[in-house]
């Protein structure tokens, strides 16, 4: 919650040539193409199933990624927003998500237990389940360029 505070002043603060953000493809089938993730996680008491894509996959299917160590470090200024149909935003760091590329830390989940849903984002280590996202409609890539200029 807090990322997504932050995310959005810096926004507000920044120059437009300051920011940039990239649209990632959440569409069927373009998540249909991905490698499948299947993910279990205690919630109330009990063990529920969540089964999807990792975060990273939908990250690094961007034309533009570049592989390997040069692209951590491309993607250190950058967070991943991702927005519910109700208008609730989680952020989380860019480069976090590019390293989990097994999707055992970021999901976008598309079932749970069996039955099929809307793209939910589930990000197990979340102890309240703040960051997690329902009925995903929009992931943006957004990079911060020189917000803050350096003193001379």
């Keep these: 919650m807090i990322f997504t505070l932050i995310a959005s002043l810096l926004l507000i603060a920044a120059e437009p040539a300051s920011v940039t953000v990239e649209l990632l493809s959440t569409k069927p089938e373009a998540l249909a193409s991905m490698p499948k993730v299947e ?13 999807g ?3 990273a996959s939908i990250l690094n299917a961007r034309d533009k990624a570049t592989p390997g160590m040069a692209g951590l470090r491309e993607l250190s200024d950058a967070v991943i927003l991702v927005r519910g149909a109700d208008g609730y935003q989680a952020a989380v760091s860019a480069a976090a998500v590019a390293m989990d ?15 099929v849903r809307t793209g939910q984002l ?3 280590a979340d102890p309240k ?3 997690w996202v329902r009925d995903v409609v929009a992931i943006r890539l957004v990079r911060f360029k020189e917000i803050v200029k350096a003193d001379p």
């Design 39 to 51: 993910l279990k996680v205690e919630s109330d008491g009990k063990t529920v199933t969540y089964s």
């Design 53 to 55: 894509v990792a975060l």
């Design 101 to 115: 590329t097994k999707g055992e830390r970021y999901l976008l989940a598309t079932s749970r237990d069996g039955q």
């Design 122 to 124: 589930i990000i197990p």
């Design 129 to 131: 389940h703040a960051r």
